[in-house]
């Protein structure tokens, strides 16, 4: 027996030894992304959108919804850096303060929209049998339709309106992320450990959210990132189309559609939202793509 | 010994295949005492684990008990409802499986995969779920049972893992502990410690167990008796130094057979020809009767049953050639 206790403490160095390598994964993923120059520029773009989005009214240079009736319609200056619109109002101003409305808008759809997906395909993959072929009929169905025109009938339905549009939003969301985790779930609820849990005595629900879901977590990581820009583009195009925010609002997508009647005569209105909207989705995208490189081993 | 702790009679265990189900456990019946160590012998498909799942009620939802009982101190585990079967699992039976770095939740630290069962069926609080892990990896020799606690599974060797998890199942204290294939994934040094692990939670618990192994080593080591297996059927059963002393059953002397001696100097190791039939065709009489170098007529026509053979009435065996003998005598 004293034999196997100095064994014992050999393992237990052993075992010391590793603990730090537990830091040392999350150094190695940011060493790994680091490296990705596109992905760094696109994090960066995106938290410089965030911040302005979240301090934007507190330091642009003119209220949002200031007229200047002497300064309308006027090309970029050094006064107006990206013009003025037909009421006078600073674009720049707006467009930064308009990230708020659409920033917030995409985000918290696409979050609703996960989070109904990660349930439904949670339990579509989990239970199977009857739930799985309904949801995923379900999703198949959704799935059918463009994103955008299965929005417009959501909203066509629900009337237009902000909050529409973000539920229009979450709905497309969903058959994606339902998709992804029924099949992410399919695989873990195989793992040994799952069975382990079973045998110490605990109930199916708790299997599915304790042992199973974290599991699943690192499959929709990348659709995240990747449908928050599909998200902006969605509630912008909305917008756009007149279902989504008031014209009068500082919303990206409205003032795309607002310029649109100026178009020949002062273009810059359409030009800085159209490449803002444009920037942001693309930041969106190659983040999601830097971030499914940097976290599929087989890319290493 | 002590009373029975748990008896499990003409057990029936059946999969769906296909539309038809074929059967993966026939008519098996054997009993464990307190703090005693049961070893269930047998090759790859024979239906071993599966035996030890129906047991807890873990099978898959492909498959039905079709006949039998599983009696836990006189209790019918096949007539509990889940609920009442929850409480059982962990609490009054406990597993251990056979890939610890499989078994442990790759997301979860130890502490969490630990103290679940503890809180699960005990009304502790958080710090007493904790003291509680704390004692049991003590208990099951981790040197460091705070650091462990706070590690992730993948930090820990296959040792340390297979530990974690004897700790995980010994945490509510259970009366009959299920091991299935224990040692498989893990090097010979590590399997003498583990194995003398529960050992030692045996004597000092009078846990009873329930072994599962293809290994009969291990068996040799551990066991106080051993049911042997052999396509869902019972072939053998007998103490196990009588087993190993004088086996009846064919298809044991061929198992025991094939184990390599050291220093035997024999170039290539006996084999029993063939391999296990599939389920779903099965040979009409004896199943091992193809791969039987005694096999007679009566053997392919008709199936033997499985006679008590000594006067004590612990050793069983399912051979004509000893029915024969018998009458002969």
């Known amino acids: 027996m004293a034999e196997l206790k100095t064994n014992n403490n050999k393992e237990m160095f052993a075992t010391g030894e590793e603990l730090p390598k537990a830091q040392s994964k999350v150094k190695e993923f940011v060493k790994k992304f680091v490296k990705r120059k596109t992905a760094v520029i696109s994090l960066i773009f995106i938290i410089f959108i965030i911040l302005m989005a979240v301090i934007a009214p507190y330091v642009v240079p003119y209220a949002p919804d200031q007229p200047d009736y002497t300064n309308l319609l006027q090309g970029p200056s050094t006064a107006h850096i990206w013009g003025t619109d037909e009421f006078g109002q600073d674009v720049f101003s707006r467009l930064m303060v308009g990230g708020r409305l659409s920033l917030s808008c995409a985000l918290i759809a696409t979050i609703v929209g996960t989070a109904l997906g990660v349930v439904l395909g949670l339990i579509a993959g989990f239970y199977g049998g009857f739930w799985d072929s309904l949801i995923m009929r379900c999703c198949d169905v959704l799935f059918a339709f463009p994103d955008i025109l299965l929005a417009i009938a959501v909203v066509a339905i629900i009337g237009q309106g902000m909050v529409n549009v973000m539920i229009a939003v979450a709905v497309f969301t969903v058959p994606s992320f339902a998709r992804i985790i029924r099949s992410a779930t399919l695989s873990v609820k195989q793992a040994p450990y799952v069975e382990v849990a079973r045998s110490l005595g605990c109930k199916n629900s708790r299997i599915l959210f304790v042992h199973v879901f974290p599991g699943t977590i690192q499959s929709m990581i990348v659709n995240f990132t990747m449908r928050i820009g599909t998200a902006i583009l969605a509630a912008s195009s909305l917008s756009f189309l007149g279902f989504g925010a008031n014209v009068t609002e500082p919303d990206w997508g409205a003032m795309l559609s607002q310029g649109r009647n100026y178009l020949n005569t002062a273009p810059h209105m359409v030009l800085f939202p159209g490449i803002l909207i444009f920037l942001t989705v693309l930041a969106f995208n190659l983040l999601g793509d830097g971030l499914r490189d940097t976290l599929d081993p087989k890319m290493n | ?329």
């Open chain 2, 1 to 329: 010994m002590s009373e029975k702790l748990l008896e499990v009679k003409n057990l029936r265990t059946e999969f769906k295949r296909d539309k038809s189900w074929v059967t993966a456990v026939n008519n098996v019946s054997f009993d464990i005492n307190e703090g005693e160590i049961l070893g269930l012998v047998g090759e790859s498909g024979c239906g071993k684990s599966v035996t030890s799942l129906s047991i807890m009620r873990l099978l898959a939802r492909n498959s039905k008990i079709s006949n039998g009982q599983v009696l836990l101190k006189g209790k019918n585990l096949l007539e509990k409802d889940n609920k009442e079967i929850r409480k059982i699992r962990g609490r009054e039976v406990a597993m251990i499986f056979q890939e610890p770095m499989n078994s442990l939740n790759p997301c979860m630290r130890v502490e969490k995969q630990i103290t679940e069962a503890i809180l699960l069926h005990n009304n502790f609080s958080k710090e007493q779920a904790h003291q509680r892990a704390f004692d049991v990896l003590k208990s099951v020799g981790i040197p460091e049972p705070e650091m462990t606690l706070k590690s992730f599974p993948h930090q820990l060797s296959g040792g340390m893992c297979q530990r974690v998890m004897i700790a995980m199942a010994m945490s509510c204290e259970p009366e009959l502990l299920i091991a299935d294939e224990p040692t498989t994934a893990l090097d010979v040094t590590i399997q003498a410690q583990i194995l003398e692990l529960m050992e030692e939670i045996r004597a000092k618990k009078n846990t009873g167990i329930l072994m599962i192994t293809h290994d009969l080593g291990v068996v040799a080591e551990m066991c106080n008796r051993v049911v042997v297996m052999y396509a869902g059927r019972i072939v053998e059963e007998a103490p196990v130094k009588e087993l190993f002393a004088d086996s009846k059953h064919p298809y044991t002397q061929g198992l025991i057979g094939s184990v390599p001696k050291l220093g035997s100097g024999v170039k290539s190791l006996p084999s029993i020809p063939g391999s296990v039939p599939d389920l779903s065709v099965m040979p009409k009489g004896c199943k091992f009767a193809p791969r039987c170098k005694y096999a007679m007529d009566i053997c392919r026509e008709q199936e033997p049953e499985l006679h008590t053979i000594d006067k004590d009435g612990r050793r069983r065996c399912r051979c004509h050639l000893l029915d024969q003998n018998r009458k002969e005598a």
